[in-house]
């Protein structure tokens, strides 16, 4: 495939932004080459600056579950629009997608929107603190909640008293107060807690991971946490920002059947429009200002726009619960067509899925947290990227990301993408 004006674009952009991208991962820099500029999309499918039609297996990391330019969510945008795209003051539509939230998710009563998935995660965090009173939070290595200071911690020795920041900028202080566990190792966390007595907050986790590849906790690792969490008086937030609303209606809490304290939202609550959330029993709620103590605001948070297209994305999902169902049944396809057309071909590999999330590891043998993820082989998956790209299959440019089905691929879709891998593989 030609990507002459996606190169173009690109020089021009990183002149006058940093890196030419707006958010790193989109730079290619994992993978090599330069990234692809999308004109726009269509159901299952990008249509790049050069002309090229690439099933898309990104879909905007998430949130396009129903595929690009979903008609109901369209119109209701471009409806909207026409009435004033901000006010900075209440809309009913804002109580019509909160209540309809609150009816799909367990165990919560009220939700709060904001613009990301970092604020929400931020936001629940600092609740969290200023509802127990302690400072001190725990984060599992590998998980990511957002660019927020307190998540950019790294794992590394030593690591379990005291976080060391990985990313300049990030305070030594800020850093003490974030502890990191282990994914998947329960002992591990409990020895965190009681190493720091009386001091934690929250634990805040991917309930499913996703952000070093897909990752599903170990039968009895959220259950173990929800216990420790109810032992020593500490909250437990579920990070749903890439698994609400995709993996079951009401999440990981509704599938596998644990409660989390606050669960936090992003993505596909936003139907491709900048959202996030983040919602809890009352009681936790009730702390958030104008009623209580804990600051949170946002000049641009509900507004009209994002919405109107959370809500008709959302409304869509509850309509047709058969969905979730149809979306596990063709990654599950998928899966096994992938796996088969790599055995054929000798390539040693690891494939994780859960419900409509899936990642392909090469060399790694089981993946269960962030080291056994890293163990994976970056350059077979480089040329593994690369290849199906020249296919016209777009997966995500880093070993580390989940690819998200969307409810757009047909099975036709599906077979080229296999058809796509049988070729690469040989290649390998
Ligand atoms: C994407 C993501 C975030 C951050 O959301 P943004 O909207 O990018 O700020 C937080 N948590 C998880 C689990 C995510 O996948």
């Known amino acids: 495939m030609i990507y002459k004006r996606s190169s173009a674009l690109f020089a021009a952009a990183q002149k ?8 790193p991962v989109r730079a290619f820099k994992a993978v090599g080459g330069d990234p692809i500029f999308v004109k726009e999309a269509k159901g299952a499918y990008l249509y790049d600056e050069d002309g090229n039609r690439l099933i898309d297996y990104i879909n905007s990391w998430g949130p396009m579950i129903l595929g690009h330019a979903h008609p109901p969510v369209v119109n209701a945008v471009v409806e909207k629009a026409k009435k004033g795209t901000s006010f900075g003051m209440p809309t009913e539509i804002e109580t019509q997608i909160a209540e309809l939230a609150v009816s799909m998710v367990p165990n919560i009563d009220k939700i709060r929107f904001v613009n990301s998935g970092t604020e929400a995660c931020m936001s629940a965090v600092r609740l969290a603190r200023g509802y127990t ?6 984060k599992f290595a590998g998980c990511y909640h957002g660019h927020s200071d307190s998540f950019l911690i790294q794992a590394g020795s030593g690591a379990v008293t005291f976080g060391s920041p990985n990313s300049p900028g990030v305070t030594k202080g800020t850093a003490q107060d974030t502890l990191l566990a282990r994914y998947n190792d329960l002992d591990h966390v409990e020895r965190i807690i009681t190493s720091n007595k009386g001091e934690i907050a929250c634990i805040i986790i991917e309930p499913v991971a996703g ?5 599903p906790p170990v039968k009895g690792f959220l259950e173990g946490l929800r216990a420790l969490c109810d032992e020593h008086d500490v909250l437990l937030i579920f990070d749903e920002v890439m698994t609400g609303f995709r993996l079951a209606r009401g999440g990981v809490q509704e599938l596998l059947g644990v409660d989390a304290d606050i669960v936090t939202f992003g993505k596909v609550i936003g139907g491709g429009l900048p959202v996030g959330a983040f919602a809890a029993r009352e009681e936790i709620m009730n702390h958030l200002a104008p009623l209580g103590p804990v600051y949170q605001a946002g000049t641009l948070s509900g507004n009209p726009l994002a919405m109107a297209a959370g809500l008709a994305m959302l409304t869509e999902l509850n309509n047709n619960q058969g969905i979730f169902t149809s979306l596990a049944d063709k990654t599950e396809y998928l899966h096994t067509g992938i796996a088969k057309a790599l055995k054929e071909n000798n390539i040693t590999h690891t494939i994780n899925r859960l419900g409509s999330m899936i990642s392909v590891h090469f060399d790694a043998g089981a993946v269960v947290d962030f080291d056994t993820a890293a163990n994976g082989n970056n350059e077979t998956f480089k040329k593994f990227f690369h290849g199906m790209l020249d296919n016209g299959i777009y997966i995500a440019p880093s070993a580390f990301e989940t690819w998200f089905i969307t409810e757009a691929l047909t ?3 599906l077979d080229e993408t296999i058809a796509a891998v049988q ?4 290649t390998l």
């Open 411 to 413: 099975y036709e879709d």
């Open 423 to 426: 070729k690469v593989a040989k």
């Open 16 to 23: 006058v932004i940093p890196g030419g991208v707006n958010s």
């Open 133 to 138: 009173q302690k400072d001190k939070i725990i």
């Open 211 to 215: 952000n070093m590849g897909c990752i």
